[in-house]
């Protein structure tokens, strides 16, 4: 099946810095990536919609200027968190789409002190 | 896309055969139903989806009544790798759209050696 790629797998940062989170399609072409982020004990709740070549489209309640979305090739979404505080403490999953499904990354877990 | 319900948890004994309900009630003609699970601190991986027509694949085999309204997940001969999240998604495409997943609460199955 299409293996989609996370780095890192983990990081550990101090507040008030910014996150970088790469997402790679690594056998398969990908127009569209979404992210998604996951609380502890709860659901995993989708983010937005990576478009390459275009803006990325956020969910209601996310905010576009503090996760940052660039989808510059067929193979690569990134994320990035900025000016990031402790309530951004959480697990980051990005999926791709290659045809009928959707394969998900390992996950990004981020704390941030 | 129309919403799922699934209970809570699970147990399964290992080496029988782990049956996961899922309602939908409200599904449309022209919804999906999908199964991913969630293995803890990893991304989901996808399983096995559905129209109206029982579905298999080498892992698991997908039960879908015949007035759509609930269906079931089966996995034959459960190990203890299988405990995991699963999560029931009812979605009006085959996945070749650009919509994230919405994500319930699934069903954490476990499963007892």
């Known amino acids: 099946g299409a293996v989609v790629s996370q780095h890192p797998s983990w990081v550990i940062c101090k507040s008030g810095t910014s996150v970088k989170i790469e997402c790679r399609s690594l056998d398969f072409q990908a127009t569209t990536m979404f992210w998604y982020r996951q609380f502890p004990k709860q659901s995993l709740m989708l983010m937005a919609t990576?478009?390459?070549?275009?803006?990325?489209?956020?969910e209601q309640g996310v905010e576009k200027d503090k996760f940052l979305i660039n989808h510059a090739s067929l193979t690569l979404s990134t994320l990035t968190v900025t000016s990031a505080h402790p309530e951004d403490s959480s697990f980051y999953i990005c999926?791709?789409?290659?045809?009928?499904?959707?394969?998900f990354g390992p996950g990004t877990r981020l704390t941030v002190l | 896309d129309a919403k799922t319900t699934q209970p809570p948890s699970m147990d399964c004994a290992e080496g029988r055969a782990a049956n996961l309900p899922c309602n939908h009630s409200t599904i449309s003609g022209n919804e999906y139903v999908y199964w991913y699970r969630q293995i803890h601190s990893q991304g989901p991986q996808y399983i096995i989806h559905?129209?109206?027509n029982n579905e298999t694949n080498e892992m698991a085999s997908l039960i879908i009544t015949e007035d759509r309204k609930s269906s079931t997940l089966i996995l034959p001969h459960a190990t203890l790798r299988d405990t995991a999240v699963y999560y029931c998604?009812?979605?009006?495409?085959?996945?070749?759209?650009?919509?994230?997943?919405?994500f319930g609460k699934g069903t954490h199955l476990i499963i007892q050696p």
């Open positions: 559905g129209l109206k």
């Open positions: 999926s791709a789409l290659p045809e009928y499904e959707q394969f």
């Open positions: 990576s478009n390459e070549g275009s803006k990325a489209t956020y």
């Open positions: 998604i009812v979605r009006a495409d085959s996945g070749g759209g650009a919509d994230g997943l919405t």
